[in-house]
Every structure is written in C-alpha cells, then in structure tokens.
T-cell receptor, first 117, second 109 residues
Framework: GAVVSQHPSWVICKSGTSVKIECRSLDFQATTMFWYRQFPKQSLMLMATSNEGSKATYEQGVEKDKFLINHASLTLSTLTVTSAHPEDSSFYIC?????????????FGPGTRLTVL | GQNIDQPTEMTATEGAIVQINCTYQTSGFNGLFWYQQHAGEAPTFLSYNVLDGLEEKGRFSSFLSRSKGYSYLLLKELQMKDSASYLCAVMDSNYQLIWGAGTKLIIKP
C-alpha cells in the first residue's frame, strides 16, 4: 500500500514553455501533498505544501506565480512550471501524507526529471 | 536557525557494519526519519524515531537521543545494493520535515 505515482518520469522542453507534473496517491487519500526539488548532489528542498481544496503554502524564495500548484482532489496534485528556463532543470519529487498534520510518514513519488533547453 | 548535520560521504566493506550519524537543532521535535535514496530515484522510508532508544528493523537499526539532538542509522551485513544516499530528516513543531544533506554510502567488495 501507500503508493504515489508521478507523471511524466522525465521531460525535456524548450525555454519559455510550461510543463505540468502530476502526482497521484494510488491507494490512499492524501490530505497533504508536498513538492520538492533536488539539484545534483544536494538534499531535498521543499518548495510547497498543499492541502486538498486550499491554496498551497510556498517556502520562502519559491515563486508561486512560476510554480503553480493545484490540489483539486484527495488523490491528485499538479505542479506547473511556467515559462521554464534552464535553471529550472532539476529533479522534482512529490510526496503525500494520508493525514493532515501530525508526525506522519511521507510517501514519495518516483520523481520527475525536468531538463529545459 | 534549523540545522541537520550528517557526514557527506562514508565508505564501508561488503558484509561489514556502518553507523551513519545525524545531529540536529530544530524548532521543536516531532520525530526523526531516515530515508534511503538511490541515485536518480526518490527517497524510500527506512525508519521513524520519536522516543529515545533503538528501533531495530532487520539489518537496519535507528537510534535516537532527544537530549543530545542525535541519531544514528546502523546498517549490518552490508550488501552492494546498500550503496545509496541516506537522508536524515527531523519533523519540527509545525510538522514540517527539515532535511539533512544526506550521506553518500559507498560499499566496496
């Protein structure tokens, strides 16, 4: 149980285009979903936390107008990188937690590798 | 500020035992997680400690001392597939995970 999927696994796009990444919890309802970014040889960096039906909470330094997050249902959250640039190339990972708040384990998706040319 | 410290890289021999340390300073504490991350893949959950002491799970064990702000992950009978990065993460008073930079473990035959 507790499987999280991400789509696509990898994407290559031209500078200036927008890319949408989907994160789905397959066998549980995810009250809270998290979006992370990881650059090579660095740790995970939390970008934003989203709760179903409400606006995402962005970490300091993350542009909310550039990284659009939608958590429309208890099993789906999307991250849209708008007007992508080469510096946005990174490994984007989502995770989901079945319960709101509390010391709950986060279940990670397999990640999406974004390369912006 | 909040800070998680763990060694950048460690090397061990197949079949041996290795201990990966993690020290932390966070605003509040609601548990400490260890995750394993193979190159190019997402992290996978290994352990969760919220009370002092040792939690054993097969070849992996995790220890916590809240008074010292210290944890370690102990890996026994090392296998080549254990070569990965090991991430220490602390959940703070807001139930947000604060991540360490990870320890890259290299296993040699």
């Amino acid at each position: 149980g507790a499987v999280v999927s991400q789509h696509p696994s990898w994407v290559i796009c031209k500078s200036g285009t927008s890319v949408k990444i989907e994160c789905r919890s397959l066998d549980f309802q995810a009250t809270t979903m998290f979006w992370y970014r990881q650059f090579p040889k660095q740790s995970l960096m939390l970008m934003a936390t989203s709760n179903e039906g409400s606006k995402a909470t962005y970490e300091q330094g993350v542009e909310k107008d550039k990284f659009l997050i939608n958590h429309a249902s208890l099993t789906l959250s999307t991250l849209t990188v708008t007007s992508a640039h080469p510096e946005d190339s990174s490994f984007y990972i989502c995770s989901a937690s079945p319960l709101a708040g509390g010391p709950n384990e986060q279940f990670f998706g397999p990640g999406t590798r974004l390369t912006v040319l | 500020g909040q800070n998680i410290d763990q060694p950048t890289e460690m090397t061990a021999t197949e079949g041996a035992i290795v201990q990966i340390n993690c020290t932390y300073q966070t605003s509040g504490f609601n548990g400490l997680f260890w995750y394993q991350q193979h190159a190019g893949e997402a992290p996978t959950f290994l352990s969760y400690n919220v009370l002092d002491g040792l939690e054993e799970k097969g070849r992996f064990s995790s220890f916590l001392s809240r008074s010292k702000g210290y944890s370690y992950l102990l890996l026994k009978e090392l296998q080549m597939k254990d070569s990965a990065s090991y991430l220490c993460a602390v959940m703070d008073s807001n139930y947000q995970l604060i991540w360490g930079a990870g320890t890259k473990l290299i296993i040699k035959p």
